[in-house]
């Protein structure tokens, strides 16, 4: 890895160390838009011997300062006497290397703090190498003391003790086990404590104050000791206050069956202890039966998890406390709730394909370092019922859904392989799932907004601990595409008092049944303006609506009244044409296209849907983002087991849409009906429901807000 480190080292060596040599070396652009915040494994460090502090400790340090209007950022010799923010005090012998960074550039961060530092490793005395006083300071991005840096990425808390100079830097930074490759082993993060001891209590406190700015500062009462040699006016300890925003508010939620069933193992082990350190004030529930999550995110006082939810398990789980939310009263305030993932279960496709974070250790320092990543919902609404469920990952039908049902039976004894397990025993007996399908495709409006919304987006810093309403949350906006009229219908619709979950008691886990024998010949029809097989006349046509995208309720219409839906036989035609007559009117009238057949998958996904078990490179829908407001629907034709097993293997690569028997469409909304008699498991983010009927998937207006930085390793 390219870092500005190696840059900065050769030109430090042209540095005179007594200040007299040239000034304002230019350094390249390579240089200036390298990215040093830093990955916690000293990165580069070896390579700055801009720090003199290292080869003989003394008085003087190096430090990195943005020099104001011109935006460009300069290296600095300065004194080092613990100033605060101590750029003013710069000496004259200053070298001023002039490096042009813009202000956009990623280099250092600003200094904030500088100091001599007396670092121990493993503890506060060390007989094979005693301590020796480095200088050492503290930038907005990192904390750099001697040869040694650490970014405050990694950083999750500072320990400091009353009465005393010492001070403890707990880190998490990722490591990776040397002798393994890094395409097959994986980085984790693992715990470094950093012990320092600074020249005198008052500046202890100091450092303290200003790392307070960026994580949390423990203070530890201990009971001064006497030293020999010292006056007893001497061990008074120096009233210097250390000031720390009190820790976030979170309710943390364990499901103990997920996964190998150690998740409350996990949490104890290795999560709370971080969040704890962190300042974190946790109240811990684990939940006792299946929709005990949801209940409890339906009911409680949100002043009890006013900063998240973090979730300690699987999709599933989640996906239970999103619905328990969404199902509220007062679902707009309970979604501006930030949800937190602690991965415990089998999949945790989620935070892995948003994230990429696969661990315990690593969600939790994302947590703890905060942050929010906006995420499209998607709603499953059941015409019969007018019940929605949500979901964050994926929602299918067919193949899959059949592999969860019957997954459920080797959870205990398979964990997370329960899904091979199954899968493999479905392939064995083949089943053929006959359906109905209508989909809304997504014009190039929304094609072309969604491209410009997510180059936005990557440009937002998102606020740590940002726990604001989701329209304040920089970066999130309502998508254009949504925001319009043309879905106020289903934003009403969606504010329906708790009837989202009617269809998510017990009936709806029960095992489907029925399963077509027989393989029809696939029917593909097009309804669109230029080709339509199934000729519709305009108002035939109008008649499609029934709340999916891009309808607009004429004047008066009352969006949620046609919630009430029904019609005799629960065809597509059937309820268009019953929301027609509630005063309908429908502006994407030739644009929905229709599939019917047998087929092995319908899968509508949110994002990526990676998943942990299977390789890096393995992807659902590799084009997709969990914030571009479209479903990505994937159609698998029925074309036997040899063809299915080569679309698993191909999505190892992410590669299985390129399969003749594959259909990849992004879309706006799919409007989807199992054939009579056919499986009727449905399957959203992992939990199974049963179809009964009609149902359309689309994004939600609005989005959820997840915890946490995508990792960069
Ligand atoms: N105490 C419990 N007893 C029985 N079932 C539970 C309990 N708590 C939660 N559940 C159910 O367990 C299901 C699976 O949970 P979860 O998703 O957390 O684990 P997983 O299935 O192992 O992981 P993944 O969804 O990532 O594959 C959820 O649908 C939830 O309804």
Request: with cysteine; net charge positive; proline share 4%.
């Amino acid at each position: 890895m390219r870092t500005p480190w190696g840059k900065l080292g050769a030109l430090s060596r042209k540095i005179n160390p007594l200040g007299t040599s040239t000034q304002n070396h230019h350094v390249t652009d390579t240089a200036r838009n390298g990215n040093s915040n830093g990955n916690g494994n000293g990165l580069g460090a070896h390579s700055l011997p801009a720090v003199p502090g290292e080869t003989s400790p003394g008085r003087a340090g190096w430090s990195f300062r943005r020099c104001g209007q011109s935006g460009s950022r300069s290296l600095k010799r300065c004194g080092s006497t613990g100033k605060v923010n101590g750029l003013g005090s710069l000496k004259s012998g200053d070298v001023r290397i002039d490096i042009g960074g813009d202000e956009d550039s990623d280099l250092l961060g600003e200094v904030v703090m500088t100091g001599n530092l007396t670092p121990s490793s493993n503890g506060f005395s060390s007989k094979l190498a005693p301590p020796v006083e480095v200088s050492a300071r503290l930038t907005t991005k990192a904390f750099y003391w001697g040869l040694r840096c650490l970014s405050l990425e990694d950083v999750v808390a500072v320990s400091c003790y009353t009465g005393s100079e010492r001070f403890t830097v707990h880190s998490y930074p990722w490591t990776h086990t040397r002798w393994v490759p890094s395409a097959f082993g994986k980085s984790s993060r693992r715990r470094d404590d950093k012990h320092f001891t600074a020249p005198s209590e008052e500046e202890a406190a100091n450092w303290a104050n200003v790392f307070a700015n960026y994580c949390h500062v423990n203070v530890i009462k201990v009971a001064p000791k006497e030293r020999k040699g010292t006056s007893v006016k001497e061990n008074v300890a120096v009233d210097v206050k250390i000031v720390c925003k009190p820790g976030p508010v979170m309710l943390v939620v364990v499901n103990p069956l997920s996964g190998r069933g150690k998740a409350s193992k996990v949490f104890r082990i290795k999560v709370k202890p971080i969040l704890e350190l962190a300042g974190f004030q946790l109240k811990v529930v684990e939940t006792k039966h299946a929709r005990h999550a949801q209940e409890l995110a339906s009911s409680i006082n949100l002043s009890e998890c006013e900063n998240g939810i973090i979730c300690v398990g699987g999709d599933g789980i989640l996906n239970e406390v999103l619905n328990g939310l969404l199902s509220r009263d007062d679902a707009e305030a309970a979604r501006a709730i930030p949800l937190g993932i602690i991965p415990a279960g089998s999949d945790n496709s989620l935070i892995w394909t948003v994230f990429g974070i696969r661990d315990a250790t690593s969600a939790a320092v994302a947590i703890v370092k905060g942050g929010t990543v906006p995420t499209d919902v998607i709603g499953v609404e059941w015409h019969n019922t007018g019940a929605v469920h949500f979901g964050l990952t994926v929602a299918y039908y067919g193949f899959m859904s059949d592999v969860l049902e019957l997954s459920a039976k080797y959870q205990r004894r398979c964990g997370p392989l329960r899904y091979f397990v199954a899968g493999a025993l479905r392939l064995l007996c083949l089943s053929h799932y006959q359906c109905e399908i209508h989909y809304l495709p997504a014009t190039e409006t929304d094609l072309e907004s969604v491209h410009i919304d997510y180059a936005d987006a990557e440009n937002v810093d998102i606020p740590a601990q940002d726990s604001g309403s989701l329209d304040t949350c920089s970066g999130v906006t309502m998508p254009s595409r949504l925001s319009n009229d043309n879905l106020a219908g289903i934003v009403e619709a969606n504010t329906e008092p708790s009837s989202y979950i009617r269809g998510l008691d017990g009936k709806t886990k029960r095992n489907a049944s029925g399963r077509l024998g027989s393989s029809a010949e696939d029917a593909v029809t097009v309804n669109s303006a230029s080709s339509a097989p199934r000729a519709r006349t305009r108002s035939k046509s109008r008649s499609h609506s029934f709340g999916l995208g891009g309808m607009v309720p004429e004047a008066g219409a009352r969006p949620a009244a046609v919630g009430r839906r029904g019609s005799t036989d629960g065809s597509f035609d059937n309820e268009m044409d019953v929301a027609r007559t509630r005063g309908w009117a429908l502006e994407e009238e030739d644009k929905w296209e229709s599939r019917s057949g047998t087929y092995l998958g319908v899968i509508m996904c949110n994002h990526q849907a990676k998943t942990v078990q299977c390789m890096k490179t393995q992807s659902l829908a590799p084009g997709a983002e969990h914030d571009d407001g479209l479903v990505h629907l994937l159609l698998v034709r029925d074309v036997g087991r040899f063809k299915l097993i080569r679309f698993f293997l191909l999505m190892q690569f992410g590669k299985q849409l390129s399969l003749p028997f594959v259909e990849y469409t992004k879309a706006r909304a799919v409007w989807l009906k199992p054939g009579a008699g056919a499986h009727q498991g449905c399957g959203i983010d992992g939990e199974l429901l049963t179809l009964d009927g009609p149902v359309t998937t689309r994004m939600q207006p609005y989005q959820c807000k997840l915890i946490g930085k995508r990792q960069r390793f």
